[in-house]
């Protein structure tokens, strides 16, 4: 069966330091791979989403940005964190119809 | 573009009685239409789906939805809530051809004795 992990759960980072967050999704091949963020109080964003390796599509300007270095692999990164880059990260992919979106068990990153 | 409105954004309930969760979308094609669950600190669970056939879709944990197209909306509704129910629900809007959602806000739904 397919899985998606995405590590860490939590995290807390100074203003100015470097970001990895990395989702790997298991029992398929070719996914489509996206990064969303919830902010406090606000609805799901999507930041990137991928259709294949080394393919990155972004849907806002931000400080972030991310990589597939391989096919069942997305890594959101950052080189210098902001205070509003706070928020709950949840990596997603969709199955083989493409129509269901199955979601990561998120990452809490608290930029101090 | 597409949006999804979801009113309400904290609704209480007494544990056993009936919820009725509002959702609203805005777009100009058929949509898909999705509700999502997320419990505290975890990430999203799909409670159903609603791609095209009987209006009226069965989704995990007793839920169900209705989508009227005269009303665009899509509202997701239990009989009979369980104190496991406390949750956030986001209800999502794709369309055919990209798998691509957009989200509502949210409801937190509160479950009380």
């Known amino acids: 069966s397919q899985t998606i992990h995405q590590w860490p759960a939590t995290l807390v980072q100074p203003v100015g330091s470097p970001l990895s967050l990395e989702c790997t999704v298991e029992g398929t091949s070719n996914p489509n791979l996206y990064w969303y963020r919830q902010a406090a109080g606000r609805g799901l964003q999507l930041l990137f989403y991928s259709v294949g390796i080394g393919q990155i599509s972004s849907e806002v300007p931000q400080n972030l940005s991310a990589s597939r270095p391989q096919d069942r692999q997305f890594i959101l990164s950052s080189k210098k964190l902001l205070l509003s880059d706070s928020g709950f990260y949840l990596c997603?992919?969709?199955?083989?119809?493409?129509?269901?979106?199955?979601f990561g068990s998120g990452t809490q990153l608290s930029v101090l | 573009a597409q949006s999804v409105t979801q009113p309400d954004i904290h609704i209480t309930v007494s544990e056993g009685a009936s919820l009725e969760l509002r959702c609203n979308y805005s777009y100009g094609a058929t949509p898909y239409l999705f509700w999502y669950v997320q419990s505290p600190g975890q990430g999203l669970q799909l409670l159903l789906k609603?791609?095209?056939?009987?209006?009226l879709v069965q989704g995990i944990k007793g839920f169900e939805a209705e989508f009227k197209r005269s009303q665009s909306s899509f509202n997701l509704r239990k009989p009979s809530v369980h104190w496991s129910d406390a949750a956030e629900y986001f209800c999502a809007v794709g369309f055919f051809g990209n798998e691509k959602l957009t989200f509502g806000t949210g409801t937190r739904l509160t479950i009380i004795p």
């Open positions: 997603a992919w969709t199955g083989g119809d493409r129509k269901k979106l199955f």
């Open positions: 609603y791609f095209s056939g009987d209006t």
